[in-house]
């Protein structure tokens, strides 16, 4: 602290008068306030270009809008502050976030051990410990559901025109609804955009599977800025393909292989298992379609007689499954399986498991939510070899491509 500032400060204290503890507290309260008030002036100063009552720098049409009174918490205690507002709602303070109402760590650190998956009443043991401070399960509910309104944001932002992936998947929970335990799906869609970058483009919570669920979902995509995706990658659950033929009809499909095995491994008893496992990989590793197709059929006149439910599923969906031989290796590696789903989901599975039911959609929504923020941090990377991929895109979708 320089010379100046202790000068001033013991001036202020002079002019004070300060008798008590509890004055002193309040006074910086009140100095805790301004700074935070200045700051907050200084932002939008900065977000419109021009300062207050400078009319003549001013070179937008946007303008202050008032301001909205709004009560926050701080270790000095409870700080009433007033955030300016402009008239187009662009101004986004950083110091105070928008729906911020805490800054002594303690809201952030209820979120951030809910986001770990702990129950309500472990984070309320945590907090106690913590901070010595008293809370009950439902307001660490009431916490957590401040974020509803980021969650809304998020599952509306404005998304790329073009995205090179989409890898699309559900995965299942219990959840409460009109009194009832019914088991809903939560539906998942992962992007890879053309810089190789990938990205959660949202979550929605379904009843069932059907071809008009997941016709609804591609079409918010498409209202969010969508326009071409290149190759979809799913799983075999209903009515993907018919609601990726209605919206996005010039894509391609692939169905994910290691799914597709799974499933046929199901009519294989143990015995035969790895035999017919050894003549399967014989199809899904051949080097173009046509070998694939031989070696299918070779498959069949070997195990259709004998277990002809898990063969016929392969020749049934073997539009979806074959696209990948079109493909060199690089971008084999990435379509033939949704691995990057499965990752994911296994991250949902892990913050999840102390929830056998939850109370409703919301709740699981924001937990998931949560996850999904924890493990976009570490997508730091994009595609191993993306020059390569994008370049053979480039060449392959050359129609597509072009109109970017």
């Not at 720098?57 to 000095?76: A, M, P």
């Not at 393909?241 to 209605?246: C, L, R, T, V, Y």
């Not at 595609?383 to 392959?396: F, G, P």
Request: with cysteine; hydrophobic share 35%; proline share 2%.
């Amino acid at each position: 602290m320089s010379s100046l500032s202790k000068e001033l400060l013991r001036e202020y204290v002079k002019e004070q008068k300060f008798s008590t503890p509890s004055e002193v507290l309040e006074a910086m309260k009140e100095m805790f306030r301004d700074v935070i008030q200045e700051a907050l002036e200084a932002e939008m100063d900065e977000n419109l270009g021009y300062s207050k009552h400078d009319y003549e720098g001013k070179s937008t049409s946007n303008s202050r809008n008032g301001y909205s009174s709004k009560t926050i918490k701080t270790e000095l205690g409870p700080v009433k502050i007033d955030v300016p507002r402009d008239r187009n709602g662009e101004f986004e303070p950083k110091i105070i976030a928008k729906h911020q109402r805490n800054m002594n760590g303690i809201e952030d650190k209820i979120v951030s051990l809910y986001a770990t998956g702990m129950t309500t009443r472990d984070i309320t043991e945590q907090i106690k410990g913590l901070y010595d401070v008293e809370i009950s399960a439902e307001t660490v509910s009431n916490i957590t559901n401040r974020i509803l309104p980021l969650v809304t944001e998020w599952q509306n932002r404005p998304l790329e025109n073009t995205y090179s992936f989409i890898f699309m998947d559900a995965i299942h929970y219990k959840v409460r609804d009109d009194k009832q335990i019914v088991v809903k799906a939560a539906y998942v869609a992962i992007g890879v955009n053309l810089d190789g970058e990938k990205e959660v483009l949202g979550i929605w919570i379904g009843a069932n599977e059907s071809s008009k669920f997941w016709l609804s979902v591609l079409n918010e995509l498409k209202n969010r800025g969508v326009k071409d995706v290149l190759i979809f990658c799913v799983d075999g659950l209903k009515g993907f393909k018919e609601a990726i033929g209605a919206s996005f009809p010039f894509a391609k499909i692939q169905r994910c292989i290691i799914h597709q095995i799974r499933s046929s491994m199901k009519y294989i008893p143990y015995k035969d298992r790895k035999a017919f496992v050894a003549d399967l990989k014989q199809v899904y590793t051949a080097v173009n379609e046509e070998t694939a197709l031989n070696n299918l059929i070779e498959m069949k006149s070997v195990w259709g007689d004998k277990y002809p439910t898990a063969v016929k599923s392969w020749e049934d969906n073997w539009d979806n499954l074959s696209t990948f031989f079109a493909f060199s290796d690089n971008i084999r590696k990435i379509i033939y399986t949704t691995n990057v789903i499965e990752s994911l989901n296994s991250q949902f599975r892990k913050v999840t498991k102390t929830k056998l039911i939850f109370p409703n959609d919301e709740s699981l929504l924001k937990m998931l939510y949560l996850a999904v923020e924890r493990v976009e941090k570490k997508w730091t990377r994009n595609y191993k070899d993306w020059d390569i991929v994008r370049n053979q895109l480039n060449i392959l979708f050359e129609e597509v491509l072009s109109k970017n």
